[in-house]
Structure formats: structure tokens, C-alpha cells
């Protein structure tokens, strides 16, 4: 097989979009206002629940749908009422849109007949990209003939044999089977490690953005709600929508008081490293709204947010909770813990919509009036069905978020930093 990082490429272009909005009519605002930058070369994923402006976002970039409001560039160049077929990209679609009576190498060469590629240089493109996709033994093969992952592989080779500046592709892999779409994830990194091209990206399993993305956009909406790595996105989402629908198993969730330096829920007290949960979104101001006091003695309500990585064997130290497991899920070298936990469940429109977003994660049904958590621990830990046990809470792990805003607070592991 060739070497992909034999294929020419042309030069990367960054993409700027200013202020984008669409509007559709009848007054619906799929896009609101979007402010995204795209490093030439760079892999972003954007992602985000059914119906919250992705997809139209990525065909505004193709200039497959009008923009209503604010600039696109593509290299520099402002593109916003530019032609699809002048914007120098290619694009991948969901439904992989071959032609059924062509052969795989017509496919794969059609974009190039069509813009007029003399037919040597066609041939050679075809052919290298035929080798480095493995489509060489299925050249003279017509699409019926063909796997969903064998066509995917026709439907990407064609937007590389134009060697665009920009790739643009919209759920490519939600018709595969999930085995296939692990490994075409791979295939996909892979090639744009070796073409490095820029490539924006709409899917909305969060799974995949994160394992795909370089950098990962949240929409909610229409409205952009984090833009950054995927790391930051676990570790440092700015609002409880980002917070829930990011990771896997969800972020667990439940009402808590923060006062006197710790934060209490379900009769459990646990220490606030740094004494304060702080507000990001309010500068350097307490939990309960005074300056750096730690808290105070009245308390302030916060949700609070747990990952299922946070929790750990008791006898480490760590605050514990004790549990009594409903499900244990075995995952070979690991485990997924199940409990409720006697605090009010939470329940606010940013939960709700992420939920629901991920309702193929969160099959479970959740009780009415009870919080109910899903850890995930190592398979050494005993821990067995209906016995009561402890588990111990990693005090660095806790998220903090405004109940009414949904904005996050500070986090203690920030707090720490900013005083060392």
C-alpha cells in the first residue's frame, strides 16, 4: 500500500467564520451569531444534539446554504457569497451520494472529468488514491457491489483525489455499524495526519468528536457553547450543558450547600480544596457571593458534578459515601457502579437537553426523586449487587455550577494553582 503522505496535497487554509447566523423562514434561527476560527491544517469536530445548527453551519462553509448573517473565509479569502465549486473544498456526506451505474474508478475520478482534468493526470490521481484507500481490487465494481465501510472509503477517496484546501464532512460514519465505525475513525485520523488537511467535521456522538477532534466545537441550539481540545472540554467545561454531554459515562449530578469551606449533599460534608468553589463567570467572588471568604457560614446551593472517574476503593483517605449498588456492569478491566443517592435528583433544562442528547448512554430510567450516579472503578475493588458498601470521592474531582445561570464555578484545582 502507499504511503499516504505520498499523495499531494494543496496548502492548507484556515477557515474564519464572523458572526454567522442563519435564519430560516418562518423566523427559525438554526445559527446564532457563530465565532469560530479554524487553524490551516487543523481537525475540527463540530458536535452537538440533533437539530442544533451543525450540519447548517458546515453547509453555510460549503456554500451549500446562504448565509443570513456575518463573513466566512477560507484562506483569507472572504468566501460568503462565493460559489460552492469556487471554494476549493470537498465534501463527504452522510449518505456517501455515489453514483449508482458508475464504476468505483468513475466514481472516484468523476470531480476531476468534471472540472476537466486532463485524463492522465486523473488516472494517476485515481490510482494513488485507490492504493491508499485499499480500492485498487474494486476499481471496476459499482457501489451495490460494495460494504457500507468499502463505499465510505469511495465516497472520502473522492474528495481526495481533488486535493482541496479544505475537507467539510457531515456524518460520515452514522450509517456504519459501530465496529466499523471505530475503525474508520482510525483510517480517518490517520489520513489526516499523513494529508493534513484541513478538515471540519459534524457528528453528534460525542465519542467521536473526542477522539477525532483536535478541537472540539459545542453547539447547543444554535448558540456555540465551548470551543477547545477535547481535554479541556472533560476537565474545564464552562457550563452544565458542556459538562454533561461531554464524557462517558455522563457527569453525575446533584444539588449541594457550600458553606464553611465544604460542600454537603446526601448528609455527606466534603472539604473544598482552596475553601472555595469560586465563580468563574464572577471573577475572584466566593460561593456565596462575597470576595474570597471561603463560602460563609449561610452557604450557597450549587449543583454539584462528580465524573465517574472521581470515585475511588474507600480507605485512601478521601471522603466517603456510602452505597448500596443497584446494577455492576463488568467491562473486562473495568467496572460501571449503578446507585441512587439520598439527594434531590437534579433536573434543569441543561440536564434534560444533554440527557437527551445522549439517550443511547442514559438508557437507564432515572427515579423522580433521587439523584442516581454511575461510577467506574477498577475490577479489584469488591463490590457486588444490593450489599452496602463505601465509595471515596476524590475532593480535586468536584465541579461546581450556578443554579440559575448553569455557568461553572470555579474549580478548586484552579483555585490551587492561582495560589502556588
Not at 457528528?203 to 477547545?228: I, P, W
Request: with cysteine; aromatic share 6%.
Amino acid at each position: 500500500m502507499t504511503d499516504i503522505g505520498a499523495l499531494p496535497a494543496s496548502e492548507a487554509a484556515g477557515i474564519r467564520l464572523d458572526s454567522v447566523s442563519k435564519r430560516f423562514k418562518g423566523g427559525v434561527d438554526a445559527v446564532k451569531d457563530v465565532d469560530l476560527e479554524v487553524e490551516p491544517g487543523e481537525f475540527v469536530v463540530l458536535v452537538g444534539p440533533s437539530g442544533c445548527g451543525k450540519s447548517t453551519l458546515l453547509r453555510m462553509i460549503a456554500g451549500l446554504e446562504e448565509v443570513s448573517g456575518g463573513r466566512i473565509h477560507i484562506g483569507g479569502r472572504d468566501v460568503t457569497t462565493v460559489l460552492p465549486q469556487q471554494r476549493d473544498v470537498a465534501m463527504v456526506f452522510q449518505s456517501y451520494a455515489l453514483y449508482p451505474r458508475m464504476s468505483v474508478r468513475r466514481n472516484l475520478g468523476f470531480g476531476l472529468r468534471m472540472r476537466r482534468t486532463p485524463k492522465d493526470e486523473r488516472e494517476r490521481r485515481v490510482a494513488e488514491v485507490a492504493d491508499v484507500l485499499g480500492l485498487e481490487h474494486l476499481l471496476n465494481r459499482r457501489p451495490a457491489a460494495l460494504s457500507g465501510g468499502q463505499r465510505q472509503r469511495v465516497a472520502m477517496g473522492r474528495a481526495i483525489v481533488r486535493e482541496p484546501r479544505v475537507f467539510l464532512m457531515d456524518e460520515p460514519l452514522s450509517n456504519l455499524d459501530a465496529k466499523l465505525r471505530v475503525s474508520m475513525r482510525a483510517q480517518l485520523s490517520l489520513l489526516h495526519q499523513r494529508l493534513g488537511v484541513t478538515t471540519v467535521y459534524v457528528t453528534h456522538d460525542q465519542v467521536e468528536a473526542m477522539t477525532l477532534g483536535q478541537r472540539v466545537a459545542v453547539l447547543r441550539d444554535g448558540v456555540l457553547q465551548q470551543f477547545d481540545t477535547p481535554q479541556r472540554l472533560f476537565r474545564e467545561p464552562v457550563n452544565l450543558f458542556v459538562a454533561a454531554f461531554i464524557g462517558s459515562p455522563s457527569m453525575n449530578f446533584v444539588q449541594a450547600t457550600v458553606a464553611d469551606g465544604a460542600v454537603s449533599f446526601a448528609g455527606l460534608q466534603i472539604p473544598v480544596p482552596g475553601g472555595d468553589a469560586g465563580g468563574r463567570s464572577d471573577g475572584d467572588v466566593g460561593v456565596d457571593g462575597k470576595a474570597g471568604d471561603g463560602g460563609g457560614k449561610a452557604g450557597r446551593q450549587v449543583i454539584l458534578g462528580i465524573r465517574p472517574t472521581g470515585f475511588a476503593a474507600a480507605g485512601n483517605g478521601w471522603p466517603t459515601l456510602p452505597v448500596v449498588p443497584e446494577v455492576v456492569e463488568e467491562l473486562g478491566d473495568e467496572r460501571y457502579v449503578i446507585f441512587d443517592v439520598d439527594a434531590p435528583r437534579m433536573d434543569t433544562e441543561d440536564t434534560r437537553a444533554a440527557i437527551e442528547a445522549r439517550a443511547a448512554d442514559d438508557a437507564l430510567l432515572v427515579p423522580e426523586d433521587r439523584a442516581r450516579f454511575t461510577v467506574r472503578l477498577p475490577t479489584d475493588v469488591p463490590i457486588e449487587v444490593g450489599q452496602a458498601t463505601s465509595l471515596a470521592i476524590n475532593p480535586d474531582r468536584l465541579y461546581f455550577f450556578d443554579p440559575d445561570s448553569g455557568l461553572a464555578l470555579r474549580h478548586p484545582a484552579d483555585q490551587r494553582r492561582d495560589q502556588d
